[in-house]
């Protein structure tokens, strides 16, 4: 089983920098897509930065310039590195993972981590 867990959350003043890590487990599975996303209360959950295996990068519009996602040498690790952080960034930020699952046949798949809280006051 493909499993992905988030690190990293906290409280953090307008202006400071955090790091957020996601330790992706498992076996018999292929990398398609790493993505960092965030929820706010009242608000839909937003795509925040995606990776792909190939190393193609998208941020949202909100954060180009701010964070940057990147992976481990082995790949076994996401990170979202925060910086000039917002109270508007405040949410719960999830780590998301697009696989292709190799066993018996192929098999494309998301999982989802549970989130870290990154709140950022001014």
């Known amino acids: 089983q493909v499993q992905v867990v988030e690190s990293g959350g906290g409280l953090v003043q307008a202006g400071g920098s955090l790091r957020l890590s996601c330790r992706i487990s498992g076996n018999n599975f292929k990398t398609k897509t790493m993505a960092w996303y965030r929820q706010s209360p009242g608000k839909q959950r937003e795509l925040v930065a995606s990776l792909t295996e190939s190393g193609t990068t998208n941020y949202a519009q909100s954060v180009t310039g701010r964070f940057a996602i990147s992976s481990g040498n082995t790949k076994s690790t996401v990170y979202l590195q925060m910086n000039s952080l917002k109270p508007e960034d405040t949410a719960v930020y999830f780590c998301?993972?697009?696989?292709?699952?190799?066993?018996?046949?192929?098999?494309?798949?998301?999982?989802w981590g549970r989130g870290t809280q990154v709140t950022v006051f001014a």
């Open positions: 998301s993972l697009s696989y292709t699952y190799l066993m018996y046949y192929p098999q494309d798949r998301t999982t």
